[in-house]
């Protein structure tokens, strides 16, 4: 709650402001009893307690605000990723969280930015235009490249089993475009499934 506790500076004034504000209506907030619960019982919310209320966005921001030494030790809980690739991953995830959440459509959404050029695209071999990766820069493999870095492996193989089913059932009930054409809208390589098959270690 103390902005001084952030990267506080000219260039990120509004977004440690707005963050601020966000914080003390969710500290505010009569809409939850465990919320409540802290509140009248201790005079005070943790942030553990807390950061059940806040959304996917408002967690991203406080990252980008964070002093670069807690950005760090945050990283290090992820292996091998540095600040600024997590900073990309929750930009980029927050953009399509926000598509999702509002219905619109999803397999085809492309963001502004991209998530940085990692290892585990080399290791996919993607092809390339130029420079620039084809797939899993701005595009739902995006999604799933940043899952792959983020989340433990064993839920990751889960979650893929079951993204994986998804796409054959929507294959099957779409008309229009085949398999490999939603698969290109998607920005999946043809070789998306051996996104397990390799290490993420740099």
Same mark, same amino acid.
């Given at each position: 709650?103390?902005?001084?506790?952030?990267?506080?500076?000219?260039?990120?004034?509004?977004?440690?402001?707005?963050?601020?504000?966000?914080?003390?209506?969710?500290?505010?907030?009569?809409?939850?009893?465990?919320?409540?619960?802290?509140?009248?019982?201790?005079?005070?919310?943790?942030?553990?307690?807390?950061?059940?209320?806040?959304?996917?966005?408002?967690?991203?921001? %406080?990252?980008?605000? &964070?002093?670069?030494? /807690?950005?760090? =030790?945050?990283?290090?809980?992820?292996?091998? @990723?540095?600040?600024?690739?997590?900073?990309?991953?929750?930009?980029?995830?927050?953009?399509?969280?926000?598509?999702?959440?509002?219905?619109?459509?999803?397999?085809?959404?492309?963001? %502004?930015?991209?998530? &940085?050029?990692?290892? /585990?695209?080399? =290791?996919?071999?993607?092809?390339?235009?130029? @420079?620039?990766?084809?797939?899993?820069?701005?595009?739902?493999?995006?999604?799933?490249?940043?899952?792959?870095?983020?989340?433990?492996?064993?839920?990751?193989?889960?979650?893929?089993?079951?993204?994986?089913?998804?796409?054959?059932?929507?294959?099957?009930?779409?008309?229009?475009?085949?398999?490999?054409?939603?698969?290109?809208?998607?920005?999946?390589?043809?070789?998306?499934?051996?996104?397990?098959?390799?290490?993420?270690?740099?």
């Amino acid at each position: 709650m103390n902005i001084n506790n952030y990267n506080h500076n000219r260039r990120t004034h509004n977004t440690v402001v707005r963050l601020n504000a966000t914080l003390q209506r969710a500290v505010s907030t009569t809409d939850y009893e465990y919320i409540n619960y802290y509140r009248n019982t201790y005079g005070n919310i943790p942030l553990w307690v807390l950061i059940n209320v806040l959304t996917f966005g408002n967690l991203s921001k %406080m990252y980008q605000v &964070f002093p670069q030494s /807690l950005q760090s =030790k945050i990283c290090k809980n992820f292996g091998s @990723i540095n600040r600024k690739q997590m900073e990309q991953f929750l930009s980029v995830l927050t953009k399509f969280r926000k598509v999702y959440a509002h219905g619109e459509r999803l397999f085809t959404y492309r963001t %502004m930015d991209n998530i &940085f050029d990692l290892p /585990l695209h080399q =290791k996919l071999a993607i092809s390339k235009n130029g @420079i620039q990766y084809q797939y899993g820069k701005k595009d739902l493999f995006a999604v799933v490249i940043a899952f792959r870095y983020l989340i433990p492996a064993r839920d990751f193989r889960s979650f893929k089993a079951k993204l994986s089913r998804l796409i054959d059932r929507a294959s099957k009930r779409i008309t229009h475009i085949d398999h490999t054409e939603l698969l290109e809208r998607m920005g999946f390589p043809p070789n998306r499934k051996d996104i397990t098959r390799y290490r993420i270690a740099s």
